[in-house]
Nanobody
């Protein structure tokens, strides 16, 4: 499935931003979806995941309490609401999806489709 991530930008520390991930032409409800991020010089890391129906969610400890992942299957969209942003949240954010197995996962290898990434820069 081809994913499109959008919503990145420049924001001051303490601010908020909302990322969106869509899959035009696909029934998104059949996929588990997650957000990952990659900062310069670092490996890609897990941020948040949501199950097929949106009932279950999982977060990295670094974003727990500040980020919220949600999905609207009727609109084929998964969003990542990011609040209380920190400079260390600066990274390229990628949405990922997988339709092979239900549930959710924090592992990169469990996702077979990736969006192009959207840049988030948090200034101090």
């Amino acid at each position: 499935v081809q994913l499109q991530a959008s919503g990145g930008g420049l924001v001051q520390a303490g601010g908020s931003l909302r990322l969106s991930c869509t899959a035009p032409g696909h029934t998104f409800s059949q996929y588990k979806v997650a957000w990952f991020r990659q900062a310069p010089g670092k490996e890609r890391e897990f941020v948040a995941a949501v199950s097929w129906a949106g009932v279950s969610r999982q977060y990295a400890d670094s974003v727990k309490g500040r980020f919220t992942i949600s999905r609207d299957n009727a609109k084929n969209t998964v969003a990542l609401q990011m609040d209380s942003l920190k400079v260390e949240d600066t990274a390229v954010y990628y949405c990922a999806a997988d339709g092979r197995q239900a549930g959710m996962s924090s592992r990169l290898g469990d996702y077979d489709s990736w969006g192009q990434g959207t840049q988030l820069t948090v200034s101090s």
